[in-house]
């Protein structure tokens, strides 16, 4: 039981929070996949739970940061902050992907990188926190780790793949599907190459030293080919 818990000190020290009860967390990061009958809880409830308690913790955060901002403004920052691409950022940014519990079909196709699974076990984590500690615990950690991506002017968007969703929802063409198509170079100083979709619009491509950054080339190569990139920043 000790090594167990050993292995989620890292995940705990990045969050800025020490569980007092680790079983919390263990089901924070256990995905539905992994779940063997009713003999173990999955994240799905916390998960529930943590999307409220985030969507409470940004909404403060921005009438605090923006006092002069108004219900329209503050809405577009809100919602680039709880969409599920933000909380997949911030679980990658966690490693939380390495943490996760997933069925072995999970583990071949990739489970421990995927966007919405990640998403989903972030906003679960925070549910995690705020059963183990109360909101204000939660809190903190909310502002923690969602403040370096508040964009100071509420007018801009923060970067290529929140523009890029922002142009697509608009127009109703659903949200853009990003794959990783190729990882080359050596393991200190990998290249990703990423394409993103969206709807029947041609797809881009775009490189990166990280994941991240491959999806966000990829969408800026999107806006900048289709001539949208001004329409939308």
């Known amino acids: 039981m000790a090594r167990a818990t050993d292995t989620l ?8 929070h020490k569980f007092r009860d ?12 992994a779940r063997a009958g009713k003999q173990r809880a999955d994240n799905e409830r916390l998960e529930f739970l943590g999307d409220r308690v ?3 913790a940004i909404a403060e955060l921005l009438c ?6 108004n219900e329209g ?9 709880v969409q599920r691409s933000t909380c997949a950022d911030v679980a990658t940014g966690l490693n939380l992907g390495e943490h996760l519990r997933l069925s072995g079909s999970e583990l071949t196709s990739g489970g421990r990188s995927k966007a919405s699974i990640l998403a989903d076990a ?3 984590v925070l549910g995690a926190i705020f059963l183990d500690a109360g909101f204000e615990a939660a809190r903190k950690v909310v502002r923690k780790l969602w403040s370096p991506l508040i964009d100071g002017d509420t007018d801009t968007p923060r970067d290529p793949k929140t523009a890029l969703q922002e142009w ?3 127009r109703k063409l659903g949200l853009p599907v990003y794959a990783e198509v190729e990882r080359a170079g050596p393991d200190h100083a990998p290249q990703f190459t990423s394409e993103v979709r969206v709807g029947k619009v041609p797809p881009a491509r775009g490189q990166g030293a990280n994941k991240r950054l491959a999806e966000q080339e990829a ?3 999107l806006l900048e080919r289709e001539r949208i990139w001004e329409s939308v920043s």
């Not at 000190?9 to 800025?16: E, H, K, M, T, W």
């Not at 605090?64 to 901002?69: D, I, Q």
């Open 22 to 33: 680790k079983t919390i967390l263990t089901e924070a990061l256990t995905h539905s996949s």
């Open 54 to 56: 985030l969507g409470l």
């Open 64 to 69: 605090e940061l923006h006092p002069g901002a």
């Open 168 to 170: 697509a929802q608009g």
């Open 9 to 16: 000190a890292p995940l705990q020290r990045a969050l800025g």
């Open 73 to 81: 403004d503050l809405a577009r920052l809100y919602n680039r902050l």
């Open 219 to 221: 969408a800026r190569a």
């Open 122 to 124: 972030c906003e679960a």
